[in-house]
């Protein structure tokens, strides 16, 4: 058996000297297919050549059909391999997965929301400034509606006064910061969105950079201080802002944007309250489920803003006495000379 001896000689040099795998497999190809040849070709067994490589000419075929099978055998493993290897085909980005579809499927059903406004939730970034009787509400039902990035700035923490009507706060977040409580309570509500907290006071000097991050603003703060410095910061960044306000059983709320012709607050409102006019809900009272009403109604107006649907306070200032079921529209209009906004462009 040289042949064979030759053909495991050719073999090991070309393993030492490092051939590529498929060279050696080439040459031995050749000269199997060389003694082969002279296997048939030469009818005479004892043909020098045929002594020399030794076998048969059956015994030469079947050794190359071995040969053929274990390397068709590996091939099919290589390409498995290979095929396993890859990673597996990435399905499309869905916008919602089916939990989120199954959690949101009574807005899609709606004409003026359906699939692209809840898309439009779920792009939206909105800050609430006060997590308070009006941050409450509006908070809960924009993270329930799936508002995807919600912002909330207040500085205060939980107290026992603030229970009758902060829906939002348990009685065991009592002393916690407000901000975390709600962000806390949101995020248990819906996991599916980002709730950032800032536990500060809205300031001036931090609106701009704080209002870059969102589209719309809602104000439910009780200070007349912050109140303006929400408005001109929303005003300079031409965002939206709804703003509400309660005190005792009645309340109000509207939507300011001048960037649109609306009003701002500052059109309605140019100058703080005489002291003891506008007593805050720590003096005067508030009932209980009243910034429930104006708190959803903020949240509704920002969904309606969101998915543009509908008619917005845009120019209108609704007010909803609460002690008599009453709510009446007045329609407000810029300020000529309104220290905030200046005059209507031309
Ligand atoms: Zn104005």
Same mark, same amino acid.
């Given at each position: 058996m040289t042949g064979l001896f030759l053909l495991f000689l050719l073999s090991a040099l070309g393993l030492a000297l490092k051939v590529p795998r498929r060279l050696i497999w080439g040459i031995l190809a050749v000269v199997w297919a060389a003694f082969v040849a002279a296997h048939a070709l030469f009818a005479?067994?004892?043909?020098p050549l045929r002594s020399m490589i030794g076998g048969s000419l059956a015994g030469w075929v079947g050794l190359g059909v071995v040969a053929a099978i274990v390397l068709a055998y590996r091939w099919g493993l290589s390409k498995l391999r290979a095929r396993a290897a890859q990673?597996?085909?990435?399905?499309?980005?869905?916008? %919602?997965s089916d939990a989120e579809l199954n959690r949101y499927a009574r807005h899609i059903l709606l004409r003026e929301v359906g699939g692209p406004g809840q898309k439009r939730l779920k792009a939206a970034r909105v800050l609430v400034v006060g997590a308070g009787g009006l941050g409450s509400p509006a908070l809960l039902y924009l993270a329930a509606a799936g508002v995807g990035t919600i912002g909330v700035i207040d500085p205060d923490t939980v107290s026992a006064s603030n229970l009758q009507r902060q829906?939002? %706060?348990?009685?065991?977040?009592?002393?916690?910061p407000k901000v975390f409580a709600a962000e806390a309570a949101l995020k248990a509500q819906n996991p599916f969105i980002t709730i950032r907290p800032y536990h500060r006071a809205f300031r001036t000097e931090i609106a701009a950079d704080l209002l870059a991050d969102y589209d719309l603003v809602l104000d439910g703060c009780d200070d007349f201080d912050t109140r303006q410095a929400v408005n001109r910061a929303c005003v300079a960044a031409g965002k939206p802002l709804i703003s509400g306000a309660i005190a005792q059983w009645e309340g109000q709320i509207s939507l300011f944007h001048p960037a649109s012709g609306a009003p701002c607050l500052a059109c309605l409102f140019p100058t703080a309250p005489a002291p003891g006019l506008a007593p805050d809900c720590a003096e005067a009272g508030v009932m209980g489920a009243l910034p429930g009403i104006i708190g959803a109604m903020m949240a509704s107006e920002a969904i309606k803003e969101i998915v543009q649907a509908g008619q917005s306070l845009r120019g209108t200032l609704l007010i909803h006495d609460a002690l008599w079921a009453e709510s009446r529209r007045i329609n407000v209009q810029r300020g000529a000379d309104c220290p905030v906004c200046g005059p209507p462009a031309q």
């Open positions: 005479d067994p004892t043909h990673p597996a085909p990435q399905k499309p980005q869905a916008p %919602f829906v939002l %706060f348990r009685d065991a977040d009592l002393g916690k």
